[in-house]
Structures are given as C-alpha cells and as structure tokens.
C-alpha cells in the first residue's frame, strides 16, 4: 500500500478541495468507512495508481481497517507523483469531481 508523502494542493481535508460541497466530505467519509477502504488520493488517481490519501492518513487512518494495518506494520507515507499533473489529469479529476458532486446532489 502506498501512502502519499503530502497533502496535495486540493486535498479533500483541506481548505481547497474539490468536493466542498456542504455535505459532500462527510458523506465521503462516512461511505468509505462503512466499505471499511480509504481515500485515494485522486493525484495517484489521474495517474492511474493507488495511493492512500494523506489527509484521510493524517485525521483518519484509525477509521478503517487499510489504516490500522498499515500504521501497525510501520508503513511509512512516502508515495509522491513522478511529477507535476499533466493538463490532462487534472482535467480528469476536475470532472470527477464535478460528476461526484453531481451524483450526491440527485440522491
């Protein structure tokens, strides 16, 4: 498992998220804990890899089994992009991001 090293610019649990939708983070959250997963960051996302998400490491690790495990074993946050998002991820993960906001609002 792969744990980024950093928060990225648009962090879920950050000022500047994506997803700051009232509502949305928690819904988030309270969705992958029931699925007893975590939050991939969506930077390892757009580059088609998987990478526990450094806020969700930070504030909530202890939430869901992937986290306990990997703190127990001493897994360290480490994982950074190879380098800057191209225009096209972030174009990726921008519409994801408005297709989820979407979703939740028609639920």
């Given at each position: 498992?792969?744990?980024?090293?950093?928060?990225?610019?648009?962090?879920?649990?950050?000022?500047?998220?994506?997803?700051?939708?009232?509502?949305?983070?928690?819904?988030?959250v309270q969705r992958i804990a029931a699925d007893d997963s975590y939050f991939v960051c969506h930077e390892a996302t757009s580059r088609?890899?998987?990478?526990?998400?450094?806020?969700?490491?930070?504030?909530?690790?202890?939430?869901?089994?992937?986290?306990?495990?990997?703190?127990?074993?001493?897994?360290?946050?480490?994982?950074?992009?190879?380098?800057?998002?191209?225009?096209?991820?972030?174009?990726?993960?921008?519409?994801?991001?408005?297709?989820?906001?979407?979703?939740?609002?028609?639920?």
């Amino acid at each position: 498992m792969n744990i980024c090293e950093k928060r990225c610019a648009n962090c879920l649990f950050g000022d500047r998220s994506l997803l700051d939708a009232p509502g949305v983070r928690e819904e988030m959250v309270q969705r992958i804990a029931a699925d007893d997963s975590y939050f991939v960051c969506h930077e390892a996302t757009s580059r088609g890899q998987d990478a526990m998400c450094r806020g969700w490491w930070d504030e909530l690790r202890w939430a869901t089994n992937p986290g306990r495990i990997a703190e127990r074993i001493g897994l360290e946050p480490s994982w950074r992009p190879s380098g800057p998002a191209t225009d096209e991820e972030y174009a990726g993960t921008i519409n994801w991001a408005k297709r989820e906001i979407a979703s939740r609002k028609q639920s």
